[in-house]
């Protein structure tokens, strides 16, 4: 018998060695042995291998759009497998069942954990404000590496020219360019 389950807040997959009342003996995927806890179990199943099992159920999550998933929801706080049945429809596989959970624990953006399988989706105010601050971030990430590679060939990049002074004689580590000093002079240490 396998499982597919949490641990140390990721999911997991692995094959049953024995087991003791309200704990299991499991061998991960990677071939490690860990003590879990049957209420940590999502998923028992038998036929597949555990690493095909995960392979599959994260090849169909990439598939999911998370948006979809969230209007899947009826705005109340739900089990992961009711999601799934209204997600997929009534007769669904394990694998797509476990996919579902995969997408629902990678985007907490989107859905707020509640306890041991339960989720709540975010209400639309929250899930706005969440896409608009990562989309911040990306743009923010993506000036950053244009900064990087321009310093690195030796070219100042022209935002930095008003700023120079205040770079050189008082850097402010909230600033997007004068976080790049503070990177480069930890690397140098």
């Not at 038998?46 to 998370?66: H, L, R």
């Amino acid at each position: 018998m396998n499982v597919f389950y949490l641990e140390s807040g990721s999911l997991k997959v692995g094959r049953v060695l024995k087991e003791m009342g309200t704990s299991l003996q499991v061998q991960s995927q990677f071939g490690k042995q860990v003590k879990v806890k049957a209420n940590h179990v999502f998923i028992f199943f038998d036929g597949t291998s555990p690493d095909d099992f995960f392979n599959n159920a994260q090849e169909i999550a990439k598939t999911i759009d998370p948006d979809l998933l969230w209007e899947a929801f009826d705005g109340s706080e739900s089990i992961y497998s009711i999601v799934a049945k209204a997600f997929f429809g009534q007769s669904i596989t394990q694998v797509q069942e476990a996919s579902v959970l995969t997408v629902l624990f990678d985007h907490p953006t989107h859905f707020y954990k509640k306890g041991q399988g339960n989720f709540k989706p975010a209400n639309a105010e929250a899930l706005k404000a969440a896409k608009i601050s990562l989309e911040v971030k990306k743009q923010r990430e993506l000036l950053l590496a244009r900064h990087v590679e321009q310093l690195c060939e030796y070219v100042m990049p022209t935002e930095f020219g008003d700023s120079l002074p205040r770079l050189l004689y008082g850097p402010d580590k909230n600033q997007l360019e004068d976080c790049l000093l503070y990177t480069s002079d930890a690397a140098d240490e």
